[in-house]
C-alpha cells in the first residue's frame, strides 16, 4: 500500500485507511469474528490506518481492535483514537467534556482497552464549547511529552479553532467528512489546513455507504442502522440523491472500476495530504478500498465528476439536527 504524510509533522499513514465504528457501532449489528479477520486483512495487505474512537460502542470498538492487535507488531499499526464525551453508568453519553482532567482519564481507558502504551493520533472528537482550545491543547501536549501520543488532532473544527488549537500545539491532522456529496470543507477549512501544514483526514469518503451504488433503499439496512434516521437517507432525499450514484456508476463502469473507487480515488486526487478512512465489515469491500489507491482515470472522466459535481444539489442535510449543533463553524 501506498503511504502518504498527511501534515508536516511526520505523521505517515497508509494512502487508504480504514474506519472502524461500523464494526461496533451504528450501522446494524456487530460480528467481531468477522470484524477480527478485516483488520487482519488490513494489517497484512498493508491498510495500516486504524481509526476508532472511545465513544464507538462506547469503548467496544477499542476493545475490539485491542484484541486484533494481540500477537501483531503494534509499530505496523498506525491507530487513531478520539475523546470528547463523558459517560454515564449504563456508558451513555451525558455531554462534552474536554477539560485537562477529563482527557487524563480519557487516555487511560484508551490505552487499556487498546492494549498498547502509545496512541499514534489523538484526535479531539468534537469540540467542547464549556473548555477553552488552549486548555485542552496544553493537555494534550503534556501527553505528547509524556510518550503516550505522538500526534494530535482535532475533528470537524472551523478555521478560528484550528489557528487556535495549533498556536498551542501542532496539529498533525484534522479529520472531517469529505466526499463527493459532501464538500462543505473545500471553502475555508481546507485552505486554512494547507496554510498551517495540517493533513485532512476524511471520514465517510464514500457517504456512508451510499456512494458505493450497492445502497438503493433504506429497507437494506439493518433496523437498528443509524442511518435510517440520517437525512440523506430519507426515502425521497435517496431517490433524488441516487441520481448522482447513478452518473458516477457510469463513469465507473466504463472505466472498469467501481464506484467507491471512483470517490475514493477523487479524493485522493485532491492532495498529497488528504487520507480517506472508509469503513468496511467486509474483506471484499477491503480489498475494492485499497485498490482505489492504484485507480488512474483519464482527465475526462474527472472533469465529467467535476461537472456532475458542481451541478448537483444533494437532498438532506449531513446529520441529524441534534448532530449539526455539535458542529463547529468558528471562523
Not at 485507511?17 to 488490513?42: P, Q, T
Not at 465507473?252 to 486526487?269: D, K, P, Y
Request: charged share 25%; with cysteine.
Amino acid at each position: 500500500m501506498l503511504k502518504r504524510k498527511p501534515g508536516r509533522q511526520g505523521l505517515e499513514v497508509s494512502a487508504v485507511g480504514l474506519g472502524c465504528m461500523g464494526m461496533s457501532w451504528l450501522y446494524g449489528k456487530a460480528d467481531d469474528a468477522e470484524s477480527i479477520r478485516v483488520l487482519h486483512h488490513a494489517f497484512d495487505i498493508g491498510v495500516n490506518f486504524w481509526d476508532t474512537a472511545e465513544t464507538y460502542g462506547p469503548f467496544r470498538n477499542e476493545e475490539l481492535i485491542g484484541r486484533a492487535l494481540k500477537g501483531k507488531r503494534r509499530e505496523a499499526v498506525i491507530l487513531a483514537t478520539k475523546f470528547a464525551w463523558r459517560f454515564g453508568p449504563n456508558n451513555e453519553q451525558l455531554g462534552l467534556d474536554s477539560s485537562p482532567a477529563h482527557i487524563k482519564w480519557s487516555i487511560e481507558g484508551s490505552l487499556k482497552r487498546l492494549g498498547t502504551d502509545y496512541i499514534d493520533l489523538y484526535y479531539q472528537h468534537r469540540l467542547d464549547p464549556k473548555t477553552p482550545i488552549e486548555d485542552t491543547m496544553g493537555a494534550l501536549a503534556d501527553l505528547v511529552k509524556e510518550g503516550k501520543v505522538r500526534y494530535v488532532g482535532l475533528s470537524e473544527v472551523g478555521p478560528g479553532t484550528i489557528r487556535r488549537a495549533h498556536a498551542v500545539h501542532p496539529l498533525s491532522a484534522v479529520q472531517s467528512e469529505y466526499s463527493l456529496w459532501t464538500r462543505g470543507i473545500e471553502e475555508k477549512v481546507l485552505p486554512a489546513l494547507r496554510e498551517l501544514g495540517i493533513g485532512l483526514v476524511a471520514y465517510s469518503p464514500v457517504g456512508r455507504g451510499f456512494l458505493t451504488g450497492k445502497l438503493t433503499n433504506a429497507s437494506q439496512l439493518d433496523e437498528t442502522d443509524w442511518r435510517r434516521n440520517h437525512p440523506r437517507f430519507q426515502a425521497e432525499n435517496m431517490a433524488h440523491n441516487s441520481q448522482l450514484v447513478d452518473a458516477v456508476k457510469r463513469i465507473a463502469e466504463s472505466h472498469r472500476v467501481t464506484a467507491a473507487q471512483v470517490a475514493l480515488a477523487w479524493l485522493l486526487g485532491k492532495g498529497s495530504d488528504i487520507v480517506p478512512i472508509p469503513g468496511t465489515k467486509r474483506i471484499s469491500y477491503l480489498d475494492e478500498n485499497a485498490a482505489a489507491a492504484d485507480v488512474r482515470l483519464p482527465e475526462s472522466a474527472w472533469a465529467e465528476v467535476r461537472n456532475l459535481i458542481s451541478s448537483f444539489e444533494v437532498a438532506g442535510a449531513r446529520y441529524p439536527e441534534a448532530a449539526l449543533k455539535m458542529l463547529d463553524t468558528t471562523e
